[in-house]
């Protein structure tokens, strides 16, 4: 397996811009989860998803931020429009779970996210 | 709501040494613990997972322990090498909710 797999790499975009992350989970995992990550706030969890659905959004900045999971491979993280102060990594990471434990808990390599 | 705080958030020690992270957390109604690497400009990889009814995982020259009743775990590394170096970082988990520590940067000196 290719783990988990988050495109694109790098994002340069101007204030203003929609700005669309993606992000493909390790197969037969069950749950995807988003998270940012800057010097000043660390890593924070802005929404996971369990099956497809979408189970806490409480930790989405604002508005702007939205997230979708089609379907049990794909999974999108859409800013608009976007602000400087949305610079960041976007970590996605992929688990299943067994008893109340996770199994297999992976991250992708990030997108990190510059906007002018 | 949860709180994670690592002490400290960094620390450099010379290549050999044996050395401790410490991550202490608010809330001890938790399902699982687990000690992160994150080396530059990479993702997070994950190095122990201490189910809450367990006391301590081993893997190689690593050891973490859990002690729900005092919020504290600790990442013990034995025999530091140079490639130790990354940040670490501890993560609670209560319900499929990851809450994350600010993490320990780690530089081992040859």
């Known amino acids: 397996d290719a783990g988990v797999i988050q495109s694109p790499r790098h994002e340069v975009t101007e204030m203003g811009q929609e700005v669309t992350l993606r992000c493909k989970p390790i197969?037969?995992?069950?749950?995807l989860f988003w998270y940012r990550q800057t010097m000043m706030r660390g890593l924070e969890l802005l929404i996971y998803?369990?099956?497809?659905?979408?189970?806490?959004d409480s930790g989405m900045p604002e508005d702007r931020f939205s997230a979708k999971m089609p379907n049990a491979s794909f999974s999108t993280l859409k800013i608009q429009p976007s602000e400087p102060r949305d610079s960041a990594v976007y970590f996605c990471?992929?688990?299943?779970?067994?008893?109340?434990?996770?199994?297999?808990?992976?991250f992708g390599s990030g997108t990190r996210l510059t906007v002018v | 709501k949860q709180e994670v705080t690592q002490i400290p958030a960094a620390l450099s020690v010379p290549e050999g040494e044996n050395l401790v992270l410490n991550c202490s957390f608010t809330?001890?109604?938790?399902?699982?613990l687990q000690w992160f690497r994150q080396d530059p400009g990479k993702g997070l990889t994950s190095l122990l997972l201490?189910?809450?009814?367990?006391r301590e995982q081993t893997s190689g020259r690593l050891n973490a322990s859990l002690d729900k009743s005092s919020g504290r775990s600790t990442l013990y590394i034995a025999a530091s090498q140079p490639g130790d170096s990354a940040t670490y970082l501890c993560?609670?988990?209560?319900?499929?909710?990851?809450?994350f520590g600010g993490g320990t940067r780690l530089m081992v000196k040859p």
């Open positions: 197969s037969g995992h069950n749950s």
């Open positions: 201490i189910q809450s009814s367990q």
């Open positions: 809330d001890s109604a938790i399902y699982n």
């Open positions: 990471a992929s688990s299943s779970w067994d008893s109340l434990v996770l199994i297999g808990y992976t």
């Open positions: 993560a609670m988990d209560a319900g499929n909710m990851h809450t």
């Open positions: 998803f369990n099956n497809n659905v979408p189970i806490d």
